[in-house]
């Protein structure tokens, strides 16, 4: 089994603030999408548990980070575009954010707006994924 995201990810180093509050209008997003509340979804934060709970032996953990700064590769800048700006963000977000918020996320995450964010001289991401494995 695969998770990213245990951990706290970094996509704007410069503004922690807007950060919390996309990661916060994220989970309520898909708490909405999917009608489930916070403790129906702690589930997927122990994987190792649930592999061992099913059955499974020798269940071992790995975590990797994905680390990216600028210059991107244009394969990374059309990952982060559309995984996370698009896919994950975009306008789903908008009912979850403050008008301000949303206004500047969207100009952080359109490359045709001078203050995209995976162009600036300080961008700087982080991002973990972990894998749990386990025999049968």
């Not at 206004?103 to 972990?130: I, K, N, V």
Request: aromatic share 14%.
């Amino acid at each position: 089994m695969g998770q990213s995201s245990f951990l706290p990810d970094m996509y704007f180093a410069w503004d922690a603030r807007l950060e919390r509050a996309t990661n916060e209008a994220v989970r309520s997003y898909y708490r909405d999408r999917y009608q489930v509340n916070e403790k129906e979804l702690t589930a997927v934060r122990a994987t190792v548990g649930l592999l061992r709970q099913t059955g499974f032996r020798n269940v071992t953990a790995n975590t990797f980070m994905i680390e990216r700064v600028t210059p991107l590769s244009l394969e990374d800048e059309n990952y982060l575009v559309e995984a996370i700006f698009r896919d994950t963000w975009g306008p789903r977000l908008q009912p979850y954010l403050s008008g301000e918020d949303y206004g500047e996320l969207s100009r952080l995450c359109d490359p045709l707006h001078t203050d995209f964010a995976l162009r600036r001289p300080d961008f700087h991401f982080l991002q973990t994924f972990t894998l749990v494995i386990g025999e049968i």
